[in-house]
């Protein structure tokens, strides 16, 4: 399973950093990722990252902003969120799978086996 923490409430321009570790039976990770979703709106992709060569792929409107990166030894994903926005308020959810995805579907909900709980970020203006 995977275990999401640190979101919660920041102002605009601030900061937030988000974490997603793995445990239990999931025991081979390659492609981990972030997607997040508002109320009524379709799952959105934010960010995911390899195990291997740890290349990123990000969504445009958060790009230069949100940082992700890993720990593969601990099976651990992180958002790092700078320059927060108000339209960036939405439950983000920790994603991966144990395999090694093509850059045009890591963005794709559907390729990814295992899914974080999901955790609240709220920016305020």
């Known amino acids: 399973q995977l275990q999401a923490s640190g979101g919660g409430l920041a102002q605009a321009g601030g900061s937030l950093r988000l974490s997603c570790a793995a445990s239990?039976?999931?025991?081979?990770?390659?492609?981990m990722g972030w997607f997040r979703q508002i109320p009524g709106k379709e799952r959105e992709f934010v960010a995911a990252?390899?195990?291997?060569?740890?290349?990123?792929s990000y969504a445009g409107s958060v790009k230069g902003r949100f940082a992700i990166s890993r720990d593969n030894a601990q099976n651990t994903v992180y958002l790092q969120m700078n320059n927060l926005k108000p339209e960036d308020t939405a439950v983000y959810y920790c994603?991966?799978?144990?395999?090694?995805?093509?850059?045009?579907?890591?963005?794709?909900?559907?390729?990814?086996?295992?899914w974080g709980q999901g955790t609240l970020v709220t920016v305020s203006s």
């Open positions: 239990g039976r999931i025991i081979s990770i390659d492609d």
């Open positions: 994603a991966a799978t144990p395999r090694s995805l093509i850059t045009s579907s890591r963005s794709s909900s559907t390729h990814y086996d295992y």
């Open positions: 990252i390899r195990r291997g060569d740890r290349a990123t």
